[in-house]
């Protein structure tokens, strides 16, 4: 069922006005409040889980990140039910090498500013999914044991990659670039601290050289291929054959 007026009930003036194509995960709407547009989105996400993306986001916020900031429920709250209302981020998607360079180095500022910051609830780093067995979607114990194998073996050499919060799935239609050229952010629902390389591996442009951008290719399709193996079974089998095309190739 979509969302109704009683599920934004907490923001009095709120007004529904279409669905917004494309959420994969997540129902997200588009709104009208006191005149100006918004997003309303329903979150899947734990209560802490999601008060952990709201925390960063108003972190972000303070550091001078452009990020939908979060619109208060009338008594005060960050969320009502899971439900989240955002300011509306204008812009456009990146398309050219220039707009994908600033990206990529607003994701790099991004994991930069946050190396020390605290695991988001229910998430681990990839490397130690043998011992945590759960991250965002990801749930080792659902995969086959030679799938489980193929993963864990691309994660477990990636040991020395730096961690710190990454975005988590940031594509063109998850960016903005503004008319003054700044990048802005979209959907902060899988971002959690993990390598960084999750968020380097398939922009625009290649921001890592050589070996590194190979194994990056190869954290994706495996990160890709857990994390949706329930939810994007399609998907996610498609990612699991491009990782065993690539390491037939790199072998």
Same mark, same amino acid.
């Given at each position: 069922?979509?969302?109704?007026?009683?599920?934004?009930?907490?923001?009095? /003036?709120?007004?529904?006005?279409?669905? @917004?194509?494309?959420?994969?995960? %997540?129902?997200?709407?588009?709104?009208?409040?006191?005149?100006?547009?918004?997003?309303?989105?329903?979150?899947?996400?734990?209560?802490?889980?999601?008060?952990?993306?709201?925390?960063?986001?108003? #972190?972000?916020?303070?550091?001078? #990140?452009?990020?939908?900031?979060? @619109?208060?429920?009338?008594?005060?709250?960050?969320?009502? *039910?899971?439900?989240?209302?955002? +300011?509306?981020?204008?812009?456009?998607?990146?398309?050219?090498?220039?707009?994908?360079?600033?990206?990529?180095?607003?994701?790099?500022?991004?994991?930069?500013?946050?190396?020390?910051?605290?695991?988001?609830?229910?998430?681990?780093?990839?490397?130690?999914?043998?011992?945590?067995?759960?991250?965002?979607?990801?749930?080792?114990?659902?995969?086959?044991?030679?799938?489980?194998?193929?993963?864990?073996?691309?994660?477990?050499?990636?040991?020395?990659?730096?961690?710190?919060?990454?975005?988590?799935?940031?594509?063109?239609? %998850?960016?903005?670039?503004?008319?003054?050229?700044?990048?802005?952010?979209? /959907?902060?629902?899988?971002?959690?601290?993990?390598?960084?390389?999750?968020?380097?591996?398939?922009? *625009?442009?290649? @921001?890592?050289?050589? +070996?590194?951008?190979?194994?990056?290719?190869?954290?994706?399709?495996?990160?890709?291929?857990? +994390?949706?193996?329930?939810?994007?079974?399609?998907?996610?089998?498609?990612?699991?054959?491009?990782?065993?095309?690539? @390491?037939?190739?790199?072998?």
């Amino acid at each position: 069922m979509g969302l109704t007026p009683t599920d934004v009930a907490a923001w009095p /003036d709120l007004v529904l006005v279409s669905k @917004v194509d494309g959420g994969h995960r %997540n129902e997200v709407w588009r709104g009208d409040l006191g005149g100006r547009p918004i997003a309303v989105r329903r979150s899947r996400r734990e209560p802490e889980s999601l008060a952990w993306e709201l925390g960063l986001l108003a #972190f972000l916020h303070r550091h001078d #990140f452009v990020i939908p900031m979060v @619109v208060a429920t009338a008594d005060g709250e960050s969320s009502s *039910g899971g439900v989240v209302v955002q +300011n509306w981020l204008p812009g456009r998607e990146p398309s050219s090498p220039e707009d994908w360079q600033l990206v990529a180095d607003e994701l790099q500022r991004l994991h930069r500013v946050t190396v020390s910051y605290p695991q988001r609830p229910g998430c681990s780093e990839v490397h130690r999914l043998r011992r945590q067995r759960r991250s965002v979607d990801a749930d080792v114990d659902e995969l086959p044991d030679d799938v489980t194998e193929e993963v864990l073996a691309v994660f477990e050499a990636l040991t020395k990659v730096p961690t710190a919060v990454v975005h988590g799935d940031p594509g063109a239609s %998850n960016i903005r670039i503004g008319t003054d050229g700044l990048v802005g952010l979209l /959907d902060w629902d899988e971002s959690r601290v993990d390598l960084v390389w999750h968020d380097l591996s398939n922009l *625009g442009i290649q @921001v890592l050289a050589g +070996n590194d951008h190979s194994q990056a290719q190869a954290l994706s399709h495996a990160w890709e291929a857990v +994390n949706g193996w329930l939810a994007e079974p399609t998907y996610a089998r498609r990612r699991l054959d491009q990782l065993r095309d690539l @390491v037939r190739e790199t072998s």
